[in-house]
């Protein structure tokens, strides 16, 4: 589990073709150091698993569905990914749950400075399997980054940005029309869980059934 508190930026240095798979090799300063073979890692909000680790860099095989289902099919070498170490049971919650289960793709429509601020306005296009468990203040991980929604107009979200967030991810990276990973919250999914079970129940229920039951 992760929490969307990106850790590191790292830079995507080489991308293989392996059979049908690909194998992409990260190159970073810190987090190769405290991954073990097997290890899960968020990249840029994809869990992946960490192989060939060496002490600036790891490896990872990525299956046709992660690459296509995922902001990976924009990837070249060089560009850079949020970096993020599964959390530990004795660590502070910054962020939200974060799976680095991608539930979508959206894409930037841009990363403006908000006038006479420091800020940054995030605007990105939502597709309709991520807008429906997306709410005003609620919170959505965009490239593996925990964020939280400021406005949500049809399937245009806009997110408020800090200049430490812009330093510290890879959103200074993104273009206009770059596709971005996606996570909905964890806990909307569970809530349309329960309330679609409670209504099938009660649309279940018979005339005779409530018959039975003295109606």
């Known amino acids: 589990m992760f929490t969307g508190i990106v850790e590191e930026v790292g830079r995507i240095s080489r991308i293989e073709q392996r059979g049908e798979n690909r194998r992409i ?27 060939d680790i060496m002490p600036d860099s790891f490896c990872a095989d990525l299956a ?28 502070r919650f910054g962020g939200h749950i974060v799976q680095g289960h991608v539930d979508g793709v959206g894409k930037l429509i841009a990363l403006e400075r908000i006038a006479d601020s420091e800020n940054w306005w995030l605007h990105v296009e939502l597709p309709e399997e991520v807008e429906k468990y997306t ?13 939280t929604v400021a406005q949500l107009e049809n399937k245009r979200c806009t997110i408020a940005i800090i200049p430490h967030t812009v330093e ?11 596709p971005v990973n996606l996570e909905a ?31």
């Open 25 to 51: 090799t990260v190159t970073a300063e810190h987090s190769p150091k405290e991954l073990k073979t097997g290890d899960s890692v968020s990249v840029s909000g994809v869990c992946l698993t960490a192989l």
């Open 64 to 91: 046709p569905e992660t690459w296509m289902r995922t902001s990976f099919s924009r990837i070249q070498e060089g560009a850079l990914v949020n970096l993020e170490l599964p959390m530990k049971a004795d660590g």
């Open 135 to 147: 709410v005003y203040k609620g919170s959505i991980s965009i490239e593996g980054i925990s964020l």
């Open 168 to 178: 510290m991810t890879n959103l200074h990276s993104l273009k206009p029309d770059d």
């Open 185 to 215: 919250d964890l806990v909307a999914k569970y809530v349309e869980k329960m309330i679609m079970r409670k209504t099938d129940a009660e649309s279940s229920l018979t005339v005779e059934d409530l018959v039975q039951q003295g109606f």
